[in-house]
């Protein structure tokens, strides 16, 4: 039997969450303990790993979509298996009200000094799953990053597409 995988409440203050991106596509076979895609909240980026074996047979928001908490992101089940009825209007319905929450404005009269920015320390961002697969495998993030040319945080996924790509068969 399928089931849905929707955006917990993993902590007192999460509202909504980014899903980065998709480390799958729909029809494809997920593993319980695979990372199906990759989430960002405001304190931190992570994969999302599959609680048990199954197809994932649709996803419900695209890459870059944020998202509130209960947002039904994928259905995984078996490849015969019905799609559940009335997620699109489930999550629309959440969507919109969501949206209409009033956001929280403090008019506080309070002026903060100008502090410049601290100057970065060029530490790439990756997954703790990518960073220990890369320590794992002896391989330089810096290398991955160059061979994945875009400026988004390295996943697991990368580091594993990189060692195929790079390392003799």
Sequence with gaps: MGYLVLIEKWAANLEEVTVNRWLRQEGEPVEAGESLC???????????????????????????STVPVGYVIAFIGQLDEPLP?????????????????PDLMLDLDIVLPTIPAPMSQGRLRATPAARRLAR??????????????????????????????????
């Design 136 to 169: 794992e495998a002896s391989v330089e993030l810096a290398e991955v990053a160059q061979w994945v040319g875009e400026d988004r945080p390295l996943s697991e996924v990368d580091i594993r597409a990189y060692l195929a790509d790079t390392r003799p068969q």
């Design 85 to 101: 009825e009335g997620i699109e209007h489930q999550n629309a319905q959440l969507m919109e009200e969501y949206r209409q929450k």
């Design 38 to 64: 990759e989430i960002i909240t405001e304190k931190v980026t992570f994969e999302y790993e599959v609680p048990e074996d199954g197809t994932l047979r649709k996803i419900y928001c695209g890459e870059g």
